[in-house]
């Protein structure tokens, strides 16, 4: 059974820094890309940021650009979203996910996998 685990959230006061972790199991997405959404409440679930299969391309939502870095560990089947300069509206749900191809992808339904969520909260 494929399984995307989220971890790494919490609170947080704004300027303040997050890790999350999307740790997979059941098979390798080493040759797959993979992608971080939020969704905050009442809103709809939105891009965040991308890389792809390598971890050589990556790419970011407008407002989180210079503030939250992707990266990946393909030996350890886990990604990573490194979060600073955190605001109040950063607040939201964080889903990582995978896709069946190795390049980026930014809409939702080129991803065909999806961890569970992780609540971030930025506190003004």
């Known amino acids: 059974q494929v399984q995307l685990v989220e971890s790494g959230g919490g609170l947080v006061q704004a300027g303040g820094s997050l890790r999350l972790s999307c740790a997979a199991s059941g098979r390798t997405f080493s040759s797959n890309a993979m992608g971080w959404f939020r969704q905050a409440p009442g809103k709809e679930r939105e891009f965040v940021a991308a890389?792809?299969?390598?971890?050589?391309?990556?790419y970011y939502e407008n407002s989180v650009k210079g503030r939250f870095t992707i990266s990946r560990d393909n030996a350890k089947n886990t990604m990573y979203l490194q979060m600073n300069s955190l605001k109040p509206e950063d607040t939201a749900v964080y889903y990582c996910?995978?896709?069946?191809?190795?390049?980026?992808?930014?809409?939702?339904?080129?991803?065909?996998?999806w961890g569970q969520g992780t609540q971030v909260t930025v506190s003004s």
């Open positions: 996910a995978a896709s069946e191809v190795r390049i980026i992808a930014t809409r939702k339904n080129n991803y065909e996998y």
């Open positions: 890389i792809s299969w390598s971890g050589a391309s990556t």
